[in-house]
């Protein structure tokens, strides 16, 4: 059997990954996706706790988070096509309207 | 397995905003006059504001919900932030063509979020009442569809929004592989009894709660989306989640930090005085130099995210009191000073509408309005008899008897500071000529009553608290002393 200790360092290197796409790449589509992996580490960590616990708590949670994660998903996109239809840039560098 | 029916009565006003915001969105379909569902939408408010007051204390699905004095308390100011801002929606968008239905339904559905979040006894509660809340201010930050600033103030909102949320996620999983446990209270227990108050773990997990509710209440050095956010969003919008959003985030922080995490206070309030001694320095020094009303006020609010962080600070329920006390002050003369610069509003003038020259010379042309927002500047500043003072008396005396005596020699020099770009409004006002070939600003008498209603009450709420605060002190307290 796997360690949990094992999990829980996938899911942290996973999670710095996701903080790395984040800040270092420029392009919209692709931090969002950071943000869905640095979630769905968070989910390999709940779900092996959950199974190490034996509790069904953190499982219940990861459904949470899934569902929550589509839901922000739609939002996200929506939001980014609404801005592509007045600019038609995916670049947060050339999205700058304000500054100061 | 046996199945029980959680006892429904302690969410009912959650509930009914959630179900009533539902059926608002169906029956704004036939309606073809958007006032009558900004009517609708407010007399759902009020009834939500009855039940919380009609509802008894009490804990429900297994623990995971709790509702109490300090809960309501938060919930009165939601409902009356929510209020206000539907109040001075309606010639903001009509203005702009982008009068819909589902505005109203995404302000009481991000209401019910932050209901929830001060009521939340279950790390999985919070995260849910928590999203509610956010996804529908993303939405509402970019509702003015056709206007870039708006779109890219949606997505700065979105992006680091959520970035934060995958933050308290991995905080979450930390806790509930240290203790099993999600519940607030017994994630307290838990931590105590198995000798955990030093695992390096459990502080990663409180760093990274500090980052989540950080980026959530606009604390430096998680400020950064705040200025372009508040700048970009509809007007209306920006007074809502520049008080709501940032008060739920309290909300949360208090319940977190004071029961979960109880046995680490020492450790959270080595974190916190420096983020909020920051916050103070970054907010009030940065809003000096700013052109653009909004994002002078966006400064001044992250400026008082970390005023009110002392009461946090403190750790005491007297402390957490002077921080809600400050809060719901800071609701009343905030959402004031955004009605001011909405009646101020020319409309779809390019990006001209917001600056501070605006204001020059406005004692002359509009006397009400420049009266108005000199009061709101002074209480902002906090000079008395305005409630801005008594506010910041409080949240300082009891800082002090706490002994944070330097965090509040800090918190009073930086306010000393935040006097300048204050007045720099009022004497923009009274001390200055109009300026030459603007385009005359909407006067008082043109401004829809919905807009003077939110003006009187907020007027005369700064000025009866300032004068008279000890209902509210009293109130305040006695929600607090669940800590």
Sequence with gaps: MIPVTWYMMLSAAIFCIGIFGFIARRNVIIMFISIELMLNAVNINLVAMSHYLQDMRGQILVFFIIAVAAAEAAIGLAIIISLFRNRATVHVDEIKEMEG | ?483
């Design chain 2, 1 to 483: 397995m046996n199945f029980q029916f959680p006892d429904l009565t302690p969410v009912l006003p959650e509930a009914f905003l959630v179900l009533g915001a539902l059926l608002l969105l169906l029956i704004d379909l036939s309606i073809k006059n958007k006032n009558a569902t900004a009517f609708i939408s407010l007399v759902l408010l009020m009834v939500t504001g009855f039940t919380v007051y009609s509802t008894p204390s009490g804990v429900t699905f297994g623990g995971m919900f709790s509702v109490d004095a300090y809960s309501s308390f938060f919930k009165y100011i939601f409902i009356l932030s929510a209020a206000m801002a539907i109040l001075v929606s309606g010639r903001y968008l009509r203005w702009r063509n982008e009068e819909h239905g589902e505005y109203y339904t995404l302000i009481l559905l991000s209401t019910a979020g932050m209901m929830i979040m001060a009521s939340a006894a279950d790390l999985i509660t919070i995260y849910l009442g928590l999203e509610l809340m956010a996804l529908s201010t993303y939405v509402l930050a970019g509702f003015i569809r056709g206007e870039v600033k708006s779109n890219e103030s949606a997505l700065k909102y979105f992006l680091l929004g959520a970035f934060s949320s995958a933050f308290l996620l991995y905080g979450i999983s930390l806790i509930y592989g240290l203790t099993g446990i999600t519940r607030l209270n017994l994630v307290a227990s838990a931590i105590s009894e198995s000798g955990l108050v030093d695992n390096p773990v459990l502080f990663m997990a409180l760093l990274m709660f500090v980052v989540a509710f950080g980026f959530k209440v606009a604390a430096a050095p998680f400020h950064m989306w705040a200025p372009d956010v508040y700048e970009g969003a509809p007007t209306p919008v920006t007074a809502f989640m520049s008080v709501g959003p940032k008060a739920a985030g309290f909300a949360v922080m208090a319940r977190v930090f004071l029961v979960a995490l109880h046995s680490l206070q020492a450790d959270w309030t080595t974190v916190l005085v420096p983020i909020a001694i920051l916050t103070m320095a970054v907010g009030n020094i940065i809003a000096l130099s700013q052109q653009n009303i909004k994002r002078m006020l966006a400064y001044s609010s992250i400026a008082h995210a970390g005023y009110a962080l002392i009461g946090l600070i403190t750790g005491t329920s007297a402390g957490i009191s002077a921080m809600m006390n400050y809060l719901i002050i800071y609701a009343f003369m905030n959402i004031g000073a955004f009605s001011i610069v909405i009646i101020l509003d020319k409309g779809r003038v390019p990006a001209s509408s917001d600056r501070l020259d605006n204001f020059k010379g406005l004692a002359k042309t509009h006397p009400v309005p420049a009266f108005l927002m000199l009061i709101f500047m002074f209480s902002l500043t906090g000079i008395p008899p305005t409630a801005g003072f008594m506010g910041k008396f409080y949240l300082f005396m009891n800082a002090v008897e706490a002994g944070y005596t330097f965090v509040v020699l800090a918190a009073v020099f930086f306010s000393v500071i935040s006097a300048y770009f204050y007045l720099r409004v009022v004497k923009f006002m009274y001390m200055e000529e109009p300026e030459e070939g603007e385009i005359p600003a909407a006067s008082m008498s043109t401004a829809p009553v919905s807009i003077t209603i939110v003006l009187a009450v907020t007027a005369l709420a700064v000025l009866l608290i300032g004068v008279y605060p000890e209902a509210l002190l009293a109130m305040a307290k006695n929600s607090a002393l669940i800590f």
